[in-house]
């Protein structure tokens, strides 16, 4: 079992940055795929970024490419999401996610565990 909780979301004006974080208990947490989605308004759930736990190798959906970076820290249990360059469009709550294995990194269903969303805001 796999708890997630994330933090750093809060109200940016358009062009700031901003940092998640997402703590995950559990000894395995170095063994899990870790990936961040995000939900807009009326929207539906969109993938954002992954970062496997076997080399490191990272993802990212085009709309979000040379602004995010996706990091781990194993010894800390915890996955950041480096956000800059931010627009109003980004605006969404934003989940964490984790799964041993996940068939698809993109899509949110193969994922196991979610934490509760953190809020961004981007003012324009």
């Known amino acids: 079992q796999v708890q997630l909780v994330e933090s750093g979301g809060g109200l940016v004006q358009a062009g700031g940055s901003l940092r998640l974080s997402c703590a995950a208990s559990g000894r395995t947490f170095s063994r899990y795929t870790m990936g961040w989605f995000r939900q807009a308004p009326g929207k539906g759930r969109e993938f954002v970024a992954a970062?496997?736990?076997?080399?490191?190798?990272?993802y990212y959906a085009d709309s979000v490419k040379g602004r995010f970076a996706i990091s781990r820290d194993n010894a800390k249990n915890t996955v950041y999401l480096q956000m800059n360059s931010l627009k109003s469009e980004d605006t969404a709550v934003y989940y964490c996610?984790?799964?041993?294995?996940?068939?698809?990194?993109?899509?949110?269903?193969?994922?196991?565990?979610w934490g509760q969303g953190t809020q961004v805001t981007v003012s324009s």
């Open positions: 970062i496997t736990w076997s080399t490191g190798s990272t």
């Open positions: 996610a984790a799964d041993p294995h996940p068939a698809v990194l993109r899509v949110g269903t193969t994922y196991d565990y």
